[in-house]
């Protein structure tokens, strides 16, 4: 009988052979690298876009659960950038929060005041104020102390890909992709 047949169900078979060659291989390497390479920086882009909008979403919540103890509390409650568990001097609001209930309306968290939430530092994410704000206060009614501000976040792909958070006096907070007037966040 010959070696590249096989007798199969009665019928001879031709054997077919299994895998690629190397040529093939090399085609289909080729083609793959090509495709990441163009879909690498969709990719990154992607990554990006979900960092940004985890750390705005993050920020938000704790605007909400400030305001919301705040009106349950019936007490004025402060988010403010984090420094070692105290509330540091300038807005660098990319190295976390903190917000405290503000027993002596003094705006800084005091010995025997009540921490309700600590936020790690955003590494990749630039995170500013408008007017250097470095408290957002919150009164017992759930409105914000003081004006109107902006928190911007910002990453490696600058203004162009800025997004905002807009706090009303109301204490609402809104996400902004452009300023008022149409233009772009500045990024630093």
């Not at 879909?39 to 985890?54: V, W």
């Not at 600058?158 to 907070?173: E, P, Y």
């Amino acid at each position: 009988m010959i070696s590249d047949k096989r007798l199969h169900s009665g019928k001879l078979h031709t054997a077919v052979p299994y895998g690629f060659t190397l040529i093939e291989l090399i085609i289909v390497l080729a083609i793959a690298s090509i495709l990441f390479r163009f879909a690498m920086p969709a990719f990154q882009n992607l990554i990006a876009n979900s960092r940004m909008t985890t750390q705005i979403n993050t920020m938000i919540t704790s605007f909400n659960l400030a305001r919301s103890e705040a009106v349950k509390r019936h007490d004025t409650v402060v988010l403010c950038p984090n420094n070692e568990g105290r509330c540091a001097k300038l807005p660098h609001w990319h190295n976390g929060w903190l917000i405290f209930v503000d027993k002596d309306f003094d705006r800084e968290l005091d010995d025997g005041e009540e921490i309700i939430y600590i936020e790690g530092a955003k590494k990749e994410i630039e995170i500013t104020s408008s007017r250097y704000r470095r408290r957002v206060v919150f009164r017992n009614l759930g409105s914000s102390a003081g004006s109107n501000a902006s928190f911007i976040f910002c990453d490696h792909r600058g203004s162009s890909k800025a997004r905002a958070i807009v706090l009303s006096n109301s204490g609402r907070a809104r996400i902004a992709a452009k300023k008022s007037d149409g233009k772009a966040w500045k990024c630093s």
